[in-house]
C-alpha cells in the first residue's frame, strides 16, 4: 500500500515539474539562470588561471597599487591634479576628462545631427544635397584619421595667440578655442590669451571630429525616422494651413521618436566609447591614464579591468536613461 502512495505522490510531483516547465517565462529564467552560472563559471576559471600564471611569472598582481602615489601630473582636470596624488585620483580625473567631452559632444552630436536629418526633407535643393554630401564624406571616413586631420589643423593651420584676432569675443589659435564664460571675456596678453575658460587643441581637436563623425549617423537616424512617418500625415497637416516647419516640428518629429529613440541611444554608446581614441591626439582621458599607469606599474589586467568596469557602467547607464526617455515618450504618444 505504500508504495502504491508513493508512486502517486511521485507522480503528482513529476506532474507539477512538467506544468513548471511548460510556463514559458519560469522556462525563460531558468536558461538565463543557467547562462549566467556558465558565464560565471568560466569568469572564475579564466581569472584563477590568469592568477596562477602571473605568481609563477613573479608578477604582482592586485589594486593595492591604486592607493600609491601616481607619479606622474595631468595636463588638463576638471579639479587639478598633482603627481603625488594617488592612482585612484588619477583615474577619477581621467573618467572626468572622458565625462567632459562625452557630454558636450552627445549635445553638439545630437543638435547637428538632428538638422542635418532634418535638412533632407528641405524643399531647398541645395541644402538637401549639402546634407547627403557630409552624411557620405563624414560616415565613410574612420574616426581616427578625422580626429588626426583635426588635431593638425588645430596645431599647424591656426594662428598663434598673437597673430589671431576675435570672432564675437572667440579666440581660435593654435593653443585652443578661448570662449568668453560669464562675463569674463578672452583677451590677448603678451604670448597668450587670457580671460574667459580655454579648451585646449587636444579637447577641441577630439571634441569635433567625435561630433563631426556621430552626427552623421544621428542624421541618417532622424533621416528614417522622418521617412517612417505615413506621408498622409504630412498632407493632411499642409491642408490645415500649417507650415513646413510647423509640420516638422509638431507632426512629424514627435512621431519619428519612436523609430529614432532606439538607434540613437547606440550612437551615444559609441561616441562615450569612441573617446578612447583621445589617446591619439594626447588628451587624457581614462584609457591613456590607464596606459600610463600601465608603464609605471606593470598591473595590465587591473588597469585594463578598471577600464572594461568603468565603460561598462557608462553604457549601462546610458542605456537605462535613454530607455526610461523612450518609454515615457510612448506613453505621451498614446
Known amino acids: 500500500m505504500e ?3 508513493d508512486f502517486v505522490r511521485a507522480t503528482d510531483s513529476l506532474t507539477v515539474l512538467m506544468t513548471f516547465w511548460r510556463n514559458q517565462k519560469i522556462r525563460g529564467w531558468l536558461y538565463q539562470f543557467a547562462a549566467l552560472l556558465l558565464v560565471a563559471l568560466c569568469v572564475a576559471v579564466l581569472a584563477d588561471n590568469t592568477l596562477e600564471n602571473m605568481r609563477t611569472r613573479g608578477i604582482q598582481s592586485g589594486f593595492g597599487f591604486l592607493s600609491q602615489p601616481a607619479g606622474f601630473d595631468i595636463s588638463e582636470s576638471l579639479f587639478g591634479f598633482e603627481s603625488t596624488q594617488p592612482y585612484w585620483q588619477a583615474f577619477l580625473t581621467g573618467l572626468g576628462n572622458t565625462l567632459k567631452v562625452a557630454l558636450i559632444g552627445i549635445i553638439l552630436t545630437t543638435i547637428l545631427g538632428v538638422l542635418l536629418g532634418v535638412g533632407r526633407f528641405s524643399q531647398n535643393i541645395l541644402i538637401r544635397g549639402l546634407c547627403l554630401t557630409y552624411v ?17 589643423v588645430c596645431v599647424e593651420w591656426l594662428p598663434t595667440a598673437r597673430e589671431a584676432e576675435p570672432f564675437l569675443g572667440i579666440y581660435l589659435t593654435k593653443a585652443g578655442l578661448a ?17 574667459g575658460v580655454t579648451l585646449s587643441p587636444e579637447f577641441f581637436a577630439l571634441l569635433l571630429g567625435l561630433t563631426i563623425y556621430t552626427a552623421s549617423y544621428i542624421a541618417e537616424i532622424v533621416r528614417s525616422g522622418i521617412a517612417s512617418v505615413p506621408r498622409g500625415q504630412l498632407e493632411a497637416a499642409l491642408s490645415l494651413g500649417l507650415s513646413r516647419a510647423q509640420t516638422m516640428r509638431l507632426i512629424q518629429l514627435p512621431q519619428a521618436l519612436r523609430v529614432i529613440i532606439p538607434p540613437l541611444t547606440n550612437q551615444y554608446l559609441n561616441l562615450t566609447k569612441n573617446s578612447s581614441l583621445a589617446v591619439a591626439v594626447g588628451y587624457p582621458e581614462l584609457v591613456s591614464i590607464a596606459n600610463t599607469s600601465i608603464n609605471q606599474t606593470g598591473r595590465a589586467v587591473e588597469c585594463i579591468a578598471v577600464i572594461m568596469a568603468v565603460y561598462l557602467t557608462l553604457s549601462l547607464l546610458t542605456s537605462v536613461l535613454m530607455n526610461a526617455y523612450n518609454r515615457r515618450a510612448a506613453i505621451k504618444e498614446r
Do not use: C, H, T
Not at 563624414?138 to 593638425?152: G, H, K, S, T
Not at 568668453?180 to 580671460?195: E, H, N, Q, R, T
Open 3 to 5: 508504495s502504491g502512495w
Open 136 to 152: 557620405e564624406i563624414f560616415r565613410n571616413i574612420p574616426l581616427l584619421l578625422q580626429l588626426l586631420m583635426w588635431y593638425l
Open 179 to 195: 570662449l568668453p564664460w560669464f562675463g569674463d571675456v578672452p583677451v590677448k596678453a603678451g604670448f597668450g590669451i587670457k580671460g
